[in-house]
């Protein structure tokens, strides 16, 4: 059959990242043929990859237009949202993707879109709705690491349920040992709770991982001033702000290079008994 033939050879040139190409071979697949709506997808894939982003995303308009029951096209076209970082729209569109899921049609492979969701949720400052898709996501696939960590770090960073996310953290770690990312959400969480050297252990690993990261190397900061290495703590504050961090960041990366941290009181085991039992 020739469009089984088409779409494998587009499938196999979006592989090799020869866009224009694979557009060409989706394009030939018939219209009458039952491949031809998952060769538009891949289209707007391919698009989206030739920084053709409104054509991208047109493409898998037209085609959620056509089926408004099409579940993978608005997964699809909500990934192209999340990734230019238009959150909003990609909330909105897994929103409705996830409209579509009942009981009977769920599956444990369903975890990404509420991870997805979780995700455009919380960078959209929704942290109930996000909070709620993360938890979803791990009710279907428990041992999912990325979940665990995302959503063990956003509960460090809001100071909330502290040993339990302190726990969906070290499960990640578990899972990839070798993750910079996780291993620095780890040594975050002891920080938060006050364990200062062994948040440097932890995120001394992950800057060794990850050398690149501005956040990672502000974390670091953070911990060594905490711990009274004053000199080494502004050094990675420095590489922090070298590494181009966000303008958000930068601002508060400057602000700790000028005045250092505030003193702090350590947080108490009582205390986070009261986070845990708050969150």
Excluded: C
């Excluded at 408004?68 to 230019?84: E, F, I, K, Q, W």
């Excluded at 970082?85 to 897994?94: C, R, S, T």
């Amino acid at each position: 059959d020739r469009a089984v033939t088409l779409t494998l050879l587009g499938d196999i040139l979006a592989d090799m990242k020869l866009d224009e190409k694979a557009i060409a071979a989706y394009s030939e697949i018939p219209a009458s043929s039952p491949l031809r709506t998952n060769a538009e997808m891949e289209i707007g894939v391919s698009l989206h990859r030739l920084e053709k982003k409104d054509e991208a995303q047109a493409k898998l308009k037209d085609v959620i237009a056509r089926e408004p029951d099409n579940y993978d096209a608005m997964v699809t076209l909500g990934n192209l949202y999340r990734s230019n970082e238009d959150y909003a729209n990609a909330a909105k569109v897994y929103d409705q993707a996830i409209a579509l899921l009942t009981e009977e049609t769920t599956t444990p492979g369903h975890w990404r879109i509420y991870y997805f969701n979780g995700i455009a949720h919380e960078r959209l400052k929704q942290w109930d709705i996000a909070e709620r898709n993360f938890r979803k996501a791990l009710e279907l696939s428990p041992e999912e690491p990325m979940v665990l960590n995302y959503l063990g770090y956003s509960l460090i960073e809001k100071k909330l349920n502290l040993q339990e996310a302190m726990e969906m953290v070290k499960k990640a770690v578990e899972l990839r040992p070798n993750d910079g990312y996780i291993i620095d959400s780890l040594g975050w969480a002891y920080y938060q709770l006050g364990d200062y050297e062994q948040a440097v252990i932890h995120i001394e690993r992950a800057v060794e991982l990850l050398p690149a990261d501005p956040i990672i190397a502000e974390h670091l900061g953070d911990a060594y001033w905490r711990v009274g290495r004053k000199l080494e703590a502004k050094f990675q504050w420095q590489h922090a702000r070298d590494n181009k961090p966000e303008p958000v960041d930068l601002a508060r990366i400057e602000g700790k290079l000028k005045d250092g941290l505030p003193d702090e009181p350590p947080v108490t085991p009582a205390q986070n008994a009261t986070d845990a039992n708050e969150g």
